[in-house]
């Protein structure tokens, strides 16, 4: 069973970049399709990013059109979501999840398998 831990979260300013990062172990990243979600206080988890299993289909919410970029690295069994211009309300608990499958989706129900989220704060 595959397990994922994401990193890279942080304290930032608005405009700021952070890139988070999500290794797999116990199975290689190449088995999966993967998605980036998030949960604001008092809200509840939102699909973020997504990207297949070949890495050549990537989804995004409407909100983060051309700041975020969703990627992945099978040889080092990571992907990454790369934040540009962060605002304030894009502080959030991050999580990474994964799904065997070719695809990802934005539907947090289709992933089986999540991390325990890392904490980014954008600070005005």
């Known amino acids: 069973q595959v397990q994922l831990v994401e990193s890279g979260g942080g304290l930032v300013q608005a405009g700021d970049s952070l890139r988070l990062s999500c290794t797999t172990s116990?199975?290689?990243?190449?088995?999966?399709?993967m998605g980036w979600f998030r949960q604001a206080p008092g809200r509840v988890r939102e699909f973020v990013a997504a990207i297949s299993r070949t890495g050549g289909l990537k989804y995004y919410v409407e909100s983060v059109p051309g700041r975020f970029t969703i990627s992945r690295d099978d040889a080092k069994n990571a992907v990454y979501l790369q934040m540009n211009s962060l605002k304030p309300e894009d502080t959030a608990v991050y999580y990474c999840a994964a799904r065997i499958a070719g695809f990802g989706s934005r539907d947090q129900l289709d992933y089986p398998y999540w991390g325990q989220g890392t904490q980014v704060t954008v600070s005005s």
């Open positions: 116990g199975d290689t990243s190449s088995n999966y399709a």
